[in-house]
């Protein structure tokens, strides 16, 4: 497809739940900033090594390890009691010692005649050229999406989100949550934010992604205080299966997820005793999933639940901005895949990159897998 091109409009039959076109979005609009930060800094991976000629270098995170982190430490550093506080959120500390950004010092913060522990976190010298680089990202690429799929799309897409943004409750973060036990997704607790006095005039400057990310988290959090299952593993997981078995193998294919976050997610579901496993006799050692009585309820009840939680958002934010939010998502969305959404085509990873090695996405997860293991959008 041609990066001008347009899909044809989904008809109703095909229309995605709002959740599912706002994590496709943020996912596209985080894997191309990913892209940009591995082409500009210095780094290591798993599989790929580091930065050829380069000595010591931070291990690759994603732009959740920036909003939620990096984007607070100032010269001075800054506690992590605080860094919860400000950022909203909570982060792999542990994780971002150990790959290199940050280091921490314990310090005692005195509570009236008691004290508690705390630690003082510093930027390392990695951490600091980190972000330079992430700084400018989030402006960069959404100037990207203009210059692509069209200023005033884009244009519309943010004044969309921005029209519900500015009537969710204070104290979101600026990024989707490192998922939970169970793959929830978590607001930080309202009474200990920062941001509770956050002005219209304060939403308007948000990123895209944080834009994205704060509508979306709240859709989530209002699924899962009715569903049994979070909403990453009903989107990404219980969605793709069907009656006649799906290779485990293939669930990743289908789901836009990493296998890493799929067996998480098979964890939950054998627990909760949602799926059935069974050795394939046409596929060698493959293993078939299938969904048992309740795990097919469960896929009925995610389809359910998103379409009704879009309809009371129109009764609560008023029916002309959701649909003015889904108007402008759709036509850049399509159905997600890379046959007919527009989001691929600033998907190609740098030549050499980490995800260049990977089989190319078919298409982007109906929610982000944001796990401890650096923050990527689809678990990886």
Same mark, same amino acid.
């Given at each position: 497809?041609?990066?001008?091109?347009?899909p044809s409009k989904?008809?109703?039959?095909?229309?995605?739940?709002?959740?599912?076109?706002?994590?496709?979005?943020?996912?596209?609009?985080?894997?191309?900033?990913?892209?940009?930060?591995?082409?500009?800094? $210095? $780094?290591?991976?798993? %599989?790929?090594?580091?930065?050829?000629? *380069?000595?010591?270098? =931070?291990?690759?995170?994603?732009?959740?390890?920036?909003?939620?982190?990096?984007?607070?430490?100032?010269? %001075?550093?800054?506690?992590?009691?605080?860094?919860?506080?400000?950022?909203?959120?909570?982060?792999?500390?542990?994780?971002?010692?150990?790959?290199?950004?940050?280091?921490?010092?314990?310090?005692?913060? @005195?509570?009236?005649?008691?004290?508690?522990? %705390?630690?003082?976190?510093?930027?390392? +010298?990695?951490?600091? @050229?980190?972000? &330079?680089?992430?700084? /400018?990202? /989030?402006?960069?690429?959404?100037?990207?999406?203009?210059?692509?799929?069209?200023?005033?799309?884009?244009?519309?897409?943010?004044?969309?989100?921005?029209?519900?943004?500015?009537?969710?409750?204070?104290?979101?973060?600026?990024?989707? /949550?490192?998922?939970?036990? #169970?793959?929830?997704?978590?607001?930080?607790?309202?009474?200990?934010?920062?941001?509770?006095?956050?002005?219209?005039?304060?939403?308007?400057?948000?990123?895209?992604a944080t834009l994205?990310?704060?509508?979306?988290?709240?859709? @989530?959090?209002?699924? &899962? +205080?009715?569903?049994?299952?979070?909403?990453?593993?009903?989107? %990404?997981?219980?969605?793709?299966?069907?009656?006649? #078995?799906?290779?485990?193998?293939?669930?990743?294919?289908?789901?836009? *997820?990493?296998?890493?976050?799929?067996?998480?997610?098979?964890?939950?579901?054998?627990?909760?005793?949602?799926?059935?496993?069974?050795?394939?006799? @046409?596929?060698?050692?493959?293993?078939?999933?299938?969904?048992?009585?309740? #795990?097919?309820?469960?896929?009925?009840?995610? $389809?359910?639940?998103?379409?009704?939680?879009?309809?009371?958002?129109?009764?609560?934010?008023?029916?002309?901005?959701?649909?003015?939010?889904?108007?402008?998502?759709?036509?850049?969305v399509g159905d997600?895949?890379?046959?007919?959404?527009?989001?691929?085509?600033?998907?190609?990873?740098?030549?050499?990159?980490?995800?260049?090695?990977? /089989?190319?996405?078919?298409?982007?997860? $109906?929610?982000?897998?944001?796990?401890?293991?650096?923050?990527? =959008?689809? #678990?990886?």
């Open positions: 497809m041609r990066a001008d091109s347009k989904t008809t109703s039959t095909q229309r995605l739940p709002l959740s599912a076109l706002l994590s496709a979005a943020l996912v596209a609009f985080t894997i191309e900033c990913d892209n940009e930060a591995e082409r500009l800094s $210095h $780094h290591r991976t798993t %599989d790929h090594g580091r930065t050829p000629g *380069v000595g010591a270098a =931070p291990w690759l995170t994603s732009l959740v390890m920036w909003l939620n982190c990096l984007q607070f430490i100032g010269e %001075d550093g800054i506690a992590a009691t605080e860094l919860e506080r400000v950022a909203r959120a909570k982060t792999n500390l542990n994780g971002m010692e150990r790959w290199g950004y940050i280091t921490l010092e314990p310090i005692a913060v @005195a509570i009236g005649k008691r004290s508690r522990k %705390d630690f003082l976190i510093r930027a390392t +010298r990695a951490g600091r @050229a980190s972000q &330079e680089v992430w700084r /400018p990202l /989030p402006a960069a690429i959404e100037e990207r999406w203009k210059e692509r799929l069209g200023r005033s799309e884009v244009e519309k897409l943010r004044s969309a989100l921005i029209a519900i943004a500015e009537k969710l409750q204070p104290g979101l973060p600026d990024c989707m /949550p490192i998922l939970a036990y #169970g793959l929830y997704s978590q607001l930080f607790p309202q009474k200990e934010s920062s941001q509770v006095g956050e002005m219209k005039s304060d939403v308007a400057r948000l990123s895209l994205l990310s704060r509508v979306l988290l709240v859709f @989530a959090t209002e699924f &899962e +205080r009715e569903s049994e299952l979070s909403l990453a593993i009903s989107a %990404d997981v219980v969605r793709v299966l069907d009656e006649s #078995g799906v290779l485990l193998r293939e669930i990743p294919i289908r789901s836009g *997820v990493s296998k890493e976050s799929i067996a998480m997610a098979m964890g939950i579901l054998k627990k909760k005793g949602m799926v059935a496993i069974e050795k394939s006799k @046409a596929a060698g050692k493959g293993m078939i999933i299938r969904p048992t009585a309740s #795990g097919d309820r469960a896929r009925r009840n995610y $389809h359910k639940l998103t379409a009704e939680l879009e309809n009371r958002w129109r009764e609560r934010f008023g029916v002309e901005k959701v649909n003015v939010l889904r108007a402008a998502l759709e036509p850049i997600a895949s890379h046959k007919s959404s527009r989001l691929f085509s600033g998907l190609e990873p740098p030549p050499g990159g980490w995800r260049s090695a990977k /089989p190319a996405p078919e298409t982007l997860p $109906h929610y982000p897998m944001v796990l401890h293991r650096g923050g990527y =959008p689809d #678990g990886s």
